[in-house]
C-alpha cells in the first residue's frame, strides 16, 4: 500500500475579490492534499484595508479560524494602486451580505511571514499562490534574495498573451497594477507555472455551473453562486460571454489537478518601461525569439473537469 502523500505546503497571496475568495475556499476544502501555511493579503481589487478584512471573512466562512492571515503591501512598488471596485463593487466581496470578521489579524507583516516561513521550511517544500499583484513577492524576494532558491514553485494568476489585456488593451490586472513586482517575479529563477487570462477565459461560470453550487445546500455553495452572480455581470456585459472567468481558482485546481491544464513551458517578459503596453506580458508562445523559457504558460482547461472539481470540494465546507 503506497503511503499518501503528504499535503503540499502553500502560502496563497491574494487580494479578494470574489474569484480570490472561491480559490481560497477550494483550497481551504482540501486539508489532505494542501497544507495552508499562511494568507498574505495584498492591495490589488480593492485597499489593502478591505482586502486583508476580505480574507478572515472567507476563513470564518470555511470554518478555519486558525489559517494566519497577514496585512501585506498597501501599494504597488512604483505606481499609485490601481482598483477595480468596477468589476468587484466596493467591498471587494460584493454579492452577499456578510458579517465582518471576529478573527484577528496575525502580527507581523505579510513580506516577513514569506521570508521567515521560507527560510525555515526545508527547500523546495513551500509553492507560493499569487492571486493578485506580486508586491508582497516582489518585495519578499528583494528583502531576502536567499529565499528565492527555497521556494518549490510560484502558481500564479496573472498575464494573458492571446486574450490580451482586460484592464487597458495590453495587460490583465494583477501584472498592469505592479508590473515592477512582476518583472522581480518572472526573472528571479523560481519555476513559474502562470494561469493567464487565455486559459482562464475558458473557465465561464454558465448557469448551469453557478446553480450547481446553490444546489450544494451549504453556506459556501450559496456564497459561491451569490459572488458568481455580482461578478460575473461585468465580463458578460464586456465580453458577451455565457458567464464569468473564475480566474484565481485555476490556480489552485492546478495543484489539485494538473492534468486539467495544458500550456507550454516558455519565456515570459514584462513591459515595464512603455506607457502604452505597461504590464504586457510579452510571451515567446511561437519560440521566436532565443530568450530563455522561464515560465509554464497555460492556454488550456478542461473547463467542465476544472467546474467537477471545484463544486465537490466546495460541497465539503460548512
Ligand atoms: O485579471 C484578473 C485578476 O485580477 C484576478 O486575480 C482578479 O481577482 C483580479 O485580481
Ligand atoms: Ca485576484
Known amino acids: ?71 501585506g503591501a498597501d501599494a504597488p512598488l512604483r505606481h499609485k494602486l490601481v482598483t477595480a471596485e468596477h468589476v468587484h463593487g466596493k467591498t471587494g466581496l460584493d454579492g ?42 516582489a518585495t519578499a524576494f528583494e528583502k531576502a534574495p536567499h529565499i528565492t532558491g527555497k521556494v518549490a514553485e510560484i502558481v500564479l494568476m496573472g498575464g494573458a498573451y492571446f486574450e490580451v489585456g482586460n484592464i487597458t488593451p495590453t495587460a490583465e490586472f494583477n501584472i498592469y497594477v505592479d508590473p515592477e513586482a512582476a518583472e522581480i517575479v518572472f526573472k528571479s529563477g523560481v519555476p513559474l507555472t502562470v494561469m493567464p487570462l487565455d486559459v482562464t477565459h475558458k473557465a465561464l ?23 458568481t452572480d455580482f461578478f460575473e455581470r461585468f465580463d458578460k456585459e464586456k ?41 504586457m506580458t510579452v510571451a515567446d508562445w511561437w519560440r521566436v525569439t532565443d530568450r530563455p523559457a522561464n515560465a509554464t504558460f497555460m492556454g488550456d482547461v478542461d473547463a467542465d473537469g476544472f467546474f467537477r472539481l471545484l463544486t465537490q470540494r466546495i460541497a465539503r465546507l460548512p
Open 96 to 137: 452577499p451580505r456578510l458579517p465582518d470578521p471576529q478573527m484577528p489579524l496575525a502580527d507581523g507583516h505579510a513580506v516577513d511571514f514569506i521570508i521567515e516561513t521560507l527560510t525555515a521550511q526545508p527547500a523546495g517544500t513551500v509553492t507560493l499562490v499569487p492571486l493578485g499583484p506580486l508586491t508582497n513577492i
Open 205 to 227: 461560470t454558465t448557469r448551469p455551473r453557478v446553480e450547481a453550487f446553490r444546489n450544494l445546500g451549504n453556506q459556501s455553495g450559496r456564497m459561491v453562486a451569490e459572488w
Open 1 to 71: 500500500m503506497v503511503a499518501p502523500m503528504a499535503p503540499r505546503k502553500i502560502i496563497i497571496d491574494t487580494d479578494p475579490g470574489q474569484d480570490d475568495a472561491v480559490a481560497i475556499l477550494l483550497a481551504l476544502a482540501a486539508p489532505e492534499d494542501l497544507d495552508v501555511l499562511g494568507i498574505t493579503a495584498v492591495a490589488g481589487n480593492v485597499p489593502l484595508a478591505l482586502t486583508q478584512k476580505n480574507v478572515r471573512i472567507i476563513c470564518e466562512l470555511a470554518g478555519r479560524t486558525d489559517i494566519p492571515v497577514y496585512a
Open 239 to 279: 465580453y458577451g460571454s455565457a458567464g464569468a472567468p473564475l480566474h484565481d481558482p485555476c490556480t489552485i485546481a492546478y495543484l489539485l489537478d494538473p492534468d486539467l491544464f495544458k500550456g507550454r513551458h516558455i519565456n515570459v517578459e514584462i513591459e515595464t518601461q512603455s506607457q502604452l503596453t505597461r504590464g
